[in-house]
């Protein structure tokens, strides 16, 4: 059963970057089904979606956070990892990583864009 | 690409069924058939339960369904239960192998 966690530090500085890793288990990151992606949850609101990494080795980001944000595989470690660079108090949020996945139909497949399983979070919070 | 718009709270007596709107443009919901909806209960993580409009995964119930009309996907959950109480969020791809989620949507069971 593939299962995921998120790590990193809790509290990171303004204008510093943001690191995190997602540790897979259960299955190969490099699995051609699997796809990633990355969602946040800002204390009290909702979700937004980061960026998804897709099994080609190709990113997709939100137009809103693109310029700083890289997502990469290290797939000899089973890794996801995530960097938000210059970070501000409104990237405090709890970060999640989930499988992207998708549809397979008589041949045909949908684009990733459903998330499951998730990790259980792990919160950042950017503070002086 | 602007957050999906979910009415922010809903409720409903056990028993009952309640829906929860979704609207987005024709740039994500109405492009195209991939809406997927999460339940999250507080302090845990979301919970996937629908795909691509109207479909559910294994291990959900079928109290839980699914529909598109235009800009605007719903979820409906039947003979509702006091374990149902969460917060819904929705969430669409967006062309160019991006997806936009919603605002989130709390519902109350009385």
């Known amino acids: 059963q593939l299962q995921l966690q998120e790590s990193g530090p809790g509290l990171v500085k303004p204008s510093e970057t943001l690191s995190l890793t997602c540790s897979v288990s259960?299955?190969?990151?490099?699995?051609?089904?699997?796809?990633w992606g990355w969602i946040r949850q800002p204390p009290g609101k909702g979700l937004e979606w980061i960026g998804s990494?897709?099994?080609?080795?190709?990113?997709s980001y939100n137009p809103s956070l693109k310029s700083r944000v890289t997502i990469y595989v290290d797939t000899s470690k089973n890794l996801i990892s995530l960097k938000l660079s210059s970070v501000i108090a409104a990237d405090t949020a709890l970060y999640y990583c989930?499988?992207?996945?998708?549809?397979?139909?008589?041949?045909?497949?949908?684009?990733?864009?459903?998330?499951?399983?998730w990790g259980q979070g792990t919160l950042v919070i950017v503070s002086s | 690409q602007s957050a999906l718009t979910q009415p922010r709270s809903v409720s409903g007596s056990p028993g009952q069924s309640v829906t929860i709107s979704c609207t987005g443009t024709a740039s994500d919901v109405g492009g195209y058939n991939y809406v997927s909806w999460y339940q999250q209960h507080p302090g845990k993580a979301p919970k996937f339960m629908i795909y691509?409009?109207?479909k559910r995964p294994s291990g959900v119930p079928d109290r839980f369904s699914g529909s598109k009309s235009g800009n605007t996907a719903s979820l409906t959950i039947s003979g509702l239960q006091a374990e149902d109480e969460a917060d819904y969020y929705c969430c669409s791809y967006a062309g160019r192998y991006s997806v936009v989620f919603g605002g989130g949507t709390k519902l109350t069971v009385l």
């Open positions: 990494i897709f099994h080609s080795g190709s990113t």
């Open positions: 989930a499988r992207c996945g998708q549809t397979y139909y008589y041949g045909s497949q949908t684009p990733p864009n459903w998330f499951d399983p």
């Open positions: 691509d409009v109207s």
């Open positions: 259960g299955d190969s990151i490099s699995s051609r089904t699997h796809h």
